[in-house]
């Protein structure tokens, strides 16, 4: 039986994700935000967790990594590069190595750019990515720690997972995403169309996440770098995919 996910809001717009085996009633925390709206999730879904996996050191990932641990006697575990900044860290992971957790499958998969040592966690028997800082919908992470080239080669092992999988992110920036991806991509149908659908969500006071690799494949600029559309408006028709990711990324951030 696949993993049940519930997905929630902390901070003002950070992801909370408690998700549970449901054939063994093993449940886990995917970052922890915030104490607060993670309690609470707990408590409305009865999934106490046992393990907290994180993806990366930022404060608005690891802050309530104490206060859990204390309150449920979690097992943390993220990635070795970042153990000394990851508070409460009980087993360290490294890249490509397969984790059992809560009973399934997880595969860690270095993805640096963001911070030096981000992980992202892949349950490829459930379909399901938890890519944090990393991907998100329509967007990729800041380069706080890492270069575009780095960024890029993240992207390149994400987009080899099953396009099906649906992928979970750290935060909710999808409709300035969208606006953005717009004025690189302009032209381009599903774009058009979803960034329609994210408006009518947030007017809505919903969230946009998650969403499918299929999704992000057809029109996140970030996972597009080879799309000849997208090189001729920027006038990079024949440049690497280094440059042309590095000029989206650049643009992005002056955004
Ligand atoms: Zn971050
Ligand atoms: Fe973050």
Redesign the pocket.
Known sequence: MALEIEQFMCRSD?FGVLARNPATGAAFLVDAPEEGPIVAAVERTGWKPSVLLITHH?P??VEANLALKQRYGLTIIGPDYEKAKIPGIDRTVRDGEIIEVAGRKARVILTPGHTAGHVCYAFEDDKVAFT??TLFALGCGRLFEGTPADMLGSMRKLIQLDADTVIYC??EYTQSNAKFALSVDPTNSALKERAKEIDALRAAGRATLPTTLARELATNPFLRWHDPVIRRNLGMADASDDAVFAEIRKRKDVF
């Open positions: 950070n930022h608005d990932h944090a800082d750290g935060h």
